[in-house]
């Protein structure tokens, strides 16, 4: 699996320590030192089944200053893909990525039935 974070993000920190104690493997990626393309980003979108929103930092300040909240509605999917590619900020976080599944955000409950865990 792939762990794709920012390490100041305290939600990314508590996903971590959450897969670390559960002796889940995976290997980690920077956000911003290492950002998602624009490829990687459509694959996993694909795979989600998810709005393409959903991956957007909506509480992050780089989403506030572009204005998307006003702007994403008049764009197209892979325009929404350009901008998120083209900076990590404005990507949701953490992201895990796995054979057959994408989950954004860290919620214990979701991560827990998508790896089958009790």
Do not use: Q
């Amino acid at each position: 699996m792939l762990f794709i974070e920012y390490p100041k993000c305290s939600t990314c920190r508590n996903a971590k320590k959450w897969l670390d104690d559960k002796g889940i493997e995976y290997t980690d990626r920077h956000i911003v030192e290492n950002r998602p393309t624009f490829d990687e980003l459509k694959s996993w979108h694909e795979k989600s089944g998810m709005d393409i929103k959903r991956f957007f930092n909506t509480s992050g300040m780089k989403y506030r200053e572009l204005d998307l909240k006003n702007k994403l509605p008049n764009m197209s999917e892979d325009d929404m893909l350009g901008i998120l590619s083209s900076d990590g900020m404005l990507v949701k976080r953490p992201v895990l990525i796995g054979d057959d599944f994408v989950l954004v955000g860290f919620k214990e409950k979701e991560w827990n039935e998508k790896l089958d865990l009790k």
